[in-house]
């Protein structure tokens, strides 16, 4: 027995020394949703990762228009719109879109009809540099104030033709989730993490694609990854990087899809997680 926890242990210390990129969800992971902060400690964890030569990025729902309260915080790379847009830092310091792969126009097409016969309900739509929202309900200022999210401007859906879409965030609940997605958006898939509100993305997308993306860029393995996260749409990244952990904060099903549980972004979770895998 004693044999089999040692060889155990070399395993898992490989593992870890193994480890060349780390991917970090933002909104409950790296941000606070109370101080619309990073922790001094997730900061100062950053810094040290840099100086180690292991390569983080980031990967979130959000698009990099959309990206707030990270001033200064250097990384190497983007998987933003849950892996539809995913960009690298160049040696010039400039981002190179390295994938995209926006919404098929015939669902954009149908969600307009939709919303004309009179199904209407807040759609934010982004393209790579720029987002919209068509009206501004209850739903939507809940969330904006939540995130510390600017408003964005307003316009009709109708100005989504002829544009590249790659993704609507659509203010609806799971129930009305369902008739949308399998009636009017049916080339998309639905990742939530609120209850107010869904991404609807191109089917196939998410943080997994992205990191596939991000680690073929690289040239790093799959075997050297790892990944910090707390909602429904970081579960395809914490099933498929080698190391993940699930945020305290994190829901139930987010926690039994990580390899370890830390502590919530609220009490230094990524720093402690770290410490843990002897990380840094």
Partial sequence: MQIIVTFAKVRDKIQIEMIKAIFFDIDGTLLSFKTHTVSDSTVRALDELRRRDIRTFIATGRPLAGINHLDGLR???YITLNGGYCLAGGEDGKRNVIYKNPIDPSDIEALIR????GNTFSVMYVMADQLYINHIDEKASRIFELLDFPVPQQRPLEAMLGEEVFQLVSFIDAQEEIPIMRDVLTH??????????ADVIPRGNSKQRGIDQIINHYGIRLEE???FGDGG?????LQHTALSVAMGNAADEVKRSAKYVTDTVD???IAKALQHFGIL
Wanted: with cysteine; glycine share 8%.
């Fill in 267 to 269: 009490n230094d979770g």
């Fill in 75 to 77: 990384f190497d790379g």
């Fill in 225 to 227: 990854t790892m990944s």
């Fill in 114 to 117: 939709y919303q004309q016969e």
């Fill in 233 to 237: 749409n970081d579960i395809p990244m």
């Fill in 188 to 197: 998309c898939d639905a990742a939530r993490w609120n209850p107010l509100f």
